[in-house]
């Protein structure tokens, strides 16, 4: 097995267990944390699309809708005070930060900071040994080319 990855002596299935749950969860926070930054692009995108639909209703002879997309979407707050970019600051500085910090310091005290315990254990039971494309770390799929 992966040495970075085994388990330390000491360490029961539970507390595997949990440190495993435990990073599934960052994990899931890390694919909100894309969600979000799409989100931050995509609006990002509409607002400037704006630009092209007010010049449009404008030469279309529409000035009250031009008007109205102008004053009340354009350069508007996604959410009080706050554009997309805000957000993401605060949501980088805040949960996504704290998230990272619990969930290394959990490993750290728990497991000698070791990563992927639980996932590395199933690796070794879920893994035909001595096969080609099985093998358990990349030195041992080079040493069975």
């Known amino acids: 097995m992966d040495e970075e990855r085994s388990r330390p002596a000491g360490v029961d299935d539970t507390t595997v267990v949990a440190l495993g749950e435990l990073s599934k969860a960052l994990e899931t926070i890390h694919r909100v944390r894309g969600h979000l930054y799409s ?69 750290e005290m728990l497991a000698d900071g070791r990563r992927h315990i639980y996932e590395s254990e199933m690796k070794q039971r879920r893994r035909t040994h001595g096969r080609v494309g099985h093998e358990a770390t990349p030195r041992d799929a080079t040493e069975m080319s």
Do not use: S
Request: glycine share 8%; net charge negative; hydrophobic share 40%.
């Open 39 to 107: 989100a931050h692009q995509l609006v990002g995108g509409a607002d400037l699309t704006l630009d092209r639909v007010v010049k449009l209703f404008r030469e279309a002879g529409h000035d009250e809708t031009a008007d109205r997309v102008e004053h009340e979407l354009l350069g508007r707050n996604l959410l009080p005070g706050r554009w997309t970019f805000q957000i993401m600051e605060e949501f980088d500085d805040g949960y996504y930060a704290a998230f990272q910090e619990i969930e290394r310091d959990a490993r």
